[in-house]
């Protein structure tokens, strides 16, 4: 299954690092961990060497969540030197978070890849339409509301992320947008929780891929290749600032498209890789 010759694993090696830095331009751009690229990636990388099918999502899913870990502690602590993001709301979100991620590890242990492609593309194309053709109109409220729906909306944020190995950036944004935030307050508040998303992910699918350790790649502890966690991370990781700045100086509006245009992509990817 690895008898990959040499200049086929400096091609894939020089892809994973391209993706690495995409993923670090996003991560800060967005206030994403970049796993909504990474994914998409490794997906094709982890084919090539003849991973099982069967856990080929999962392990992209995991690897994924412990690749964004360095990135959006860079992110995080790049938006909070702006001080735009809301930290009483990553405080009440954090804790309910962590619990949606360790539902979504729990739920790789034993559902089908089939499920991560269509939750992968369904989430990604639901925020590309509210980017892509939301107005101003589109809002439930001025403000976030309080008690146990914000605890609730933690829940569903890490839900998606285990599910989609992202840190939960995408999903946070288009619920503060939609309840009056501005894109640069969203993103700066979503890496902030993106920090124990990715962190509370990376050990959730490690122990969740144990019981098929068997069918992983060599180096890998349960659904996280350390191989392509060695390669990416570096490079998203040292990019991540320029993403960041970059965001600061592009107009509302067009920060948007270009978010969407790209969750767009990637829903079709997957909706089409699911039904494969």
């Not at 995409?22 to 994914?39: N, P, Q, R």
């Given at each position: 299954?690895?008898?990959?010759?040499?200049?086929?694993?400096?091609?894939?090696?020089?892809?994973?690092?391209?993706?690495?830095?995409?993923?670090?331009?996003?991560?800060?751009?967005?206030?994403?961990?970049?796993?909504?690229?990474?994914?998409?990636?490794?997906?094709?990388?982890?084919?090539?060497?003849?991973?099982?099918?069967?856990?080929?999502?999962?392990?992209?899913?995991?690897?994924?969540?412990?690749?964004?870990?360095?990135?959006?502690?860079?992110?995080?602590?790049?938006?909070?030197?702006?001080?735009?993001?809301?930290?009483?709301?990553?405080?009440?979100?954090?804790?309910?978070?962590?619990?949606?991620?360790?539902?979504?590890?729990?739920?790789?242990?034993?559902?089908?890849?089939?499920?991560?492609?269509?939750?992968?593309?369904?989430?990604?194309?639901?925020?590309?339409?509210?980017?892509?053709?939301?107005?101003?109109?589109?809002?439930?409220?001025?403000?976030?509301?309080?008690?146990?729906?914000?605890?609730?909306?933690?829940?569903?944020?890490?839900?998606?992320?285990?599910?989609?190995?992202?840190?939960?950036?995408?999903?946070?944004?288009?619920?503060?947008?939609?309840?009056?935030?501005?894109?640069?307050?969203?993103?700066?508040?979503?890496?902030?929780?993106?920090?124990?998303?990715?962190?509370?992910?990376?050990?959730?699918?490690?122990?969740?891929?144990?019981?098929?350790?068997?069918?992983?790649?060599?180096?890998?502890?349960?659904?996280?290749?350390?191989?392509?966690?060695?390669?990416?991370?570096?490079?998203?990781?040292?990019?991540?600032?320029?993403?960041?700045?970059?965001?600061?100086?592009?107009?509302r509006r067009r920060l948007e498209i270009v978010f969407g245009l790209f969750l767009a992509v990637m829903a079709v990817r997957f909706m089409v890789a699911s039904i494969g």
């Amino acid at each position: 299954m690895f008898g990959v010759p040499i200049g086929e694993l400096a091609i894939l090696a020089a892809a994973v690092a391209g993706g690495g830095a995409v993923t670090g331009v996003m991560a800060g751009l967005f206030g994403i961990g970049g796993g909504a690229v990474i994914v998409p990636v490794l997906y094709e990388v982890f084919g090539a060497f003849g991973v099982a099918e069967d856990i080929r999502m999962q392990l992209c899913v995991g690897t994924s969540l412990a690749i964004i870990v360095p990135t959006t502690l860079r992110s995080y602590f790049t938006h909070r030197s702006k001080n735009l993001g809301l930290d009483d709301v990553v405080r009440k979100w954090t804790l309910p978070a962590i619990a949606g991620v360790a539902t979504g590890a729990a739920v790789a242990a034993v559902a089908p890849a089939a499920v991560f492609k269509v939750a992968f593309a369904g989430i990604a194309g639901v925020i590309a339409i509210k980017l892509l053709f939301g107005r101003e109109s589109w809002r439930i409220s001025d403000d976030l509301p309080r008690g146990a729906t914000l605890r609730l909306f933690g829940y569903v944020i890490g839900l998606c992320s285990s599910l989609m190995g992202v840190s939960g950036g995408s999903v946070a944004n288009m619920i503060m947008m939609l309840y009056g935030k501005t894109i640069h307050t969203a993103v700066a508040t979503s890496a902030g929780l993106g920090v124990p998303i990715a962190i509370a992910g990376a050990i959730g699918f490690m122990l969740a891929g144990l019981p098929h350790q068997s069918l992983m790649p060599p180096l890998s502890i349960g659904y996280v290749s350390l191989v392509a966690f060695v390669v990416m991370a570096p490079v998203s990781s040292y990019v991540a600032g320029f993403g960041a700045r970059l965001a600061h100086k592009m107009a509302r509006r067009r920060l948007e498209i270009v978010f969407g245009l790209f969750l767009a992509v990637m829903a079709v990817r997957f909706m089409v890789a699911s039904i494969g």
